[in-house]
């Protein structure tokens, strides 16, 4: 048996009260990581065979983003093939064609597959889904929505029975709304039911616009979920992060969700590059030795992979004492 991945970690440095610190090897991608692209970031981890895999926003240099494979033996230093993901028998229809961003990847509980989830272009963003079982061959499943959405982030299980999407139905540009809403699907394929979850607001720092981010956590309490909220600014948006939790079994019905900003731009590595002034999460590691650290992947003003510590309990605790 192989064994666990190493989980990344460092403490919360002396005298810190913040509820994520960064790690300080950021950032953890330059810029050209691989011929061609200018930066990878806003990209998806998973641990992976005693190691870790992912799948990985690249901006080529003509600006178009698309998805490659990296991996890792230590969820710090990434290497990445140089040839963007590929579809195997992919139908021409649902494939990646247009662009593709923002993946988010989880193993679905009590299958031998993971699903990968990102924004697709098809005729305008909407949520394109692949799954893997190698994390060598991708073979597509339909678009799960109609355009305009971004944002799609799937449940690790099932849900009463049913597969169940988180998404931002947006619009096909820079998108100044947005509230987070819940799908749910008997197969992957069908997509209904939905429900409003949040609304952008009520404190200024997501004023803008919401969107989910990571793959929910699940706990005694409800789902974790850390999500990106967006205010205005004369300057441009500002990507911040917060917390909700959701409830277990009715998801789109909200526990609690913390007033403030858990995690924002401050870094120069978040305050300058192709977009500056961005935090966005995508995807989160729980410690495999069961405690309640976990390791926040985020994009870097859409330039860098960026890595942040925190404690479950702690943003669990945070989103319930200060729920707005
Ligand atoms: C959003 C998405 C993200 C990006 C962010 C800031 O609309 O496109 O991929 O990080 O804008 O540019």
Known sequence: MLPLSPFPWQER?????ELLWRCTANPLTGHRPIPGVLGIYNSAVVPWQGAYVGVFRGDRTDGMPTLFRGESPDGLRWTFSPEPL?????????????????????PLEGENRYLICWCNGYHGPTIGLAETRDFRTFTPLENAFLPYN??????????????????????????PFGDIFYSESPDL????????????????????????????????????MIYHGVCNTCNGF????????????????????????????EAPYEITGMVPNVTFPCAVLRDPAGSD?????????????????????????????TSV
């Open 150 to 175: 971004r944002n799609g982030v799937l449940f690790p299980r099932k849900i009463r029975g049913r597969y169940a999407m988180l998404s931002r139905p947006s619009d096909t540009g820079h998108t």
């Open 293 to 321: 650290r976990i390791a926040v992947y985020y994009g870097a003003a859409d330039t860098h992979i960026a890595l942040a510590f925190g404690h479950l309990d702690e943003l669990v605790a945070y989103a319930k004492a």
């Open 238 to 265: 500002v990507y911040r992060m917060g917390v909700a939790l959701l409830d277990l079994d009715e998801p789109w019905k909200v526990i609690a969700r913390g007033a403030g900003a858990i995690f924002g731009p």
């Open 13 to 17: 440095p002396a005298g810190s009260s």
């Open 86 to 106: 590929a579809l195997a028998g992919a139908d021409a229809a649902i494939g990646i064609h247009e662009y593709a961003y923002d993946p988010r990847v989880v």
């Open 189 to 224: 394929t069908y997509w209904g039911r939905h429900r409003h979850v949040m609304s952008k607001g009520p404190t200024w720092w997501q004023g803008l616009k919401i969107g989910p981010g990571p793959v929910p956590m699940e706990t005694p309490e409800g789902w974790l």
